[in-house]
């Protein structure tokens, strides 16, 4: 009997789209010649769809034996489809619940790099928006301006913007309270280039298998590598163009933090090499990793030789043998 796996897509998330695009590129990867390849979709109202029909996600999750969950953003990375898969005894590719709602988080990412002896830039977390203004005045007056204002808890890059000046600051952070973060996170900028890192669990017989780092590069004439990525008009390197050391930094930093945050499987972490060194900004958790053909992950993984094919083959075979 063919295994039969579900990849899991959509979902009620400010990441809806790019989760279908994650999902179908797994789909179109996974060999149907080994697996009975299920399309589970998850549409913005949370409703699950099998074969193009209305279900209930007890009767999809009876009859799977393992899911993928390229689930971007809230839904995929709160826990909340982690411990409905691990009612039905499902076995999933990515890490439980505790351990990518820590990701997700990114003050804790910070403060766990921090105990790792890992750099990150300044910040200060704003718990609650009655607190902005005099957040706001704060940074302004302790960091070099321009900062870095994001939502400490949604995934990937989502609402996050590049502002310097007491009245731009408190406008980005007001506008995240009003489009619903619980908290909102100010780093200070780092200038430098920026990097993701891959780590793959059990990849060519290693406990943590680093992948190359990609170098994200901004248009000629535009000083900030993080707003380039952010409003998608960077390009990768990969193989990044960092010096031996930096290189084996950035390894060594994406394997530390893929151990200390608890995850599974796979999952990306960002840094700036600048000349004071490799700073940690966030893990991606498995769900909010990029899975595209433009991806950075299958890029990265392109670079060593391995397919998304194989990759996914990978997968599989892990979340069987567990």
């Known amino acids: 009997m063919q295994t039969v796996v579900g990849v899991l897509r959509g979902g009620p998330s400010k990441e809806h789209e790019i989760s279908l695009q994650s999902g179908a590129a797994m789909l179109a990867h996974l060999s149907p010649e080994k697996y009975h390849v299920r399309d589970i979709y998850i549409d913005k109202a949370g409703v699950w769809h099998a074969e193009g029909k209305a279900t209930s996600p007890d009767r999809v999750l009876r009859q799977m034996d393992v899911a993928l969950l390229p689930l971007h953003g809230e839904y995929g990375e709160s826990g909340e489809v982690q411990r409905l898969l691990e009612r039905f005894g499902v076995r999933y590719a990515g890490p439980d619940a505790f351990a990518t709602v820590q990701a997700q988080h990114k003050a804790i990412g910070k403060a766990l790099a921090e105990q790792e002896g890992l750099k990150t830039p300044a910040s200060r977390l704003?718990?609650?928006?009655?607190e902005v203004e005099a957040s706001a005045a704060e940074v302004v007056r302790a960091f070099?301006?321009?900062?870095?204002?994001?939502?400490?808890a949604w995934g990937s890059s989502v609402g996050v913007s590049i502002?310097?000046?007491?009245?731009?600051v408190l406008a980005a952070a007001k506008r995240l309270f009003d489009e619903g973060a619980a908290s909102v996170l100010i780093e200070e900028f780092v200038?430098?280039?920026?990097?993701?890192?891959?780590?793959v669990e059990g990849l060519r017989g290693e406990q943590f298998y680093a992948l190359p780092p990609v170098e994200i590069v901004p248009p000629e004439g535009d000083f900030f590598s993080y707003a380039s990525k952010y409003n998608g008009a960077s390009r990768e390197?990969?193989?990044g163009r960092f010096s031996?050391?930096?290189?084996?930094?950035?390894?060594?930093?994406?394997?530390?933090?893929?151990?200390a945050l608890g995850q599974r499987y796979y999952s990306r972490s960002d840094f700036i090499a600048a000349p004071s060194g490799i700073y940690y900004l966030e893990t991606n958790s498995a769900p909010a990793v990029g899975l595209t053909t433009e991806s950075l992950l299958p890029k990265a993984l392109k670079a060593v030789g391995i397919s998304f094919a194989e990759f996914l083959d990978h997968l599989v075979a892990a979340a069987l043998a567990v």
Not at 144 to 152: G, I, T
Not at 163 to 168: D, F, I, M, T
Not at 247 to 257: D, G, N, P
């Open 191 to 199: 200038r430098g280039r920026e990097a993701t890192v891959g780590v």
């Open 237 to 239: 390197i990969c193989p």
């Open 126 to 130: 704003i718990a609650d928006v009655a």
């Open 244 to 259: 031996r050391v930096e290189t084996e930094e950035l390894l060594r930093a994406a394997k530390v933090m893929h151990r």
């Open 144 to 152: 070099h301006q321009p900062v870095v204002v994001k939502p400490a």
């Open 163 to 168: 502002v310097g000046g007491y009245a731009p």
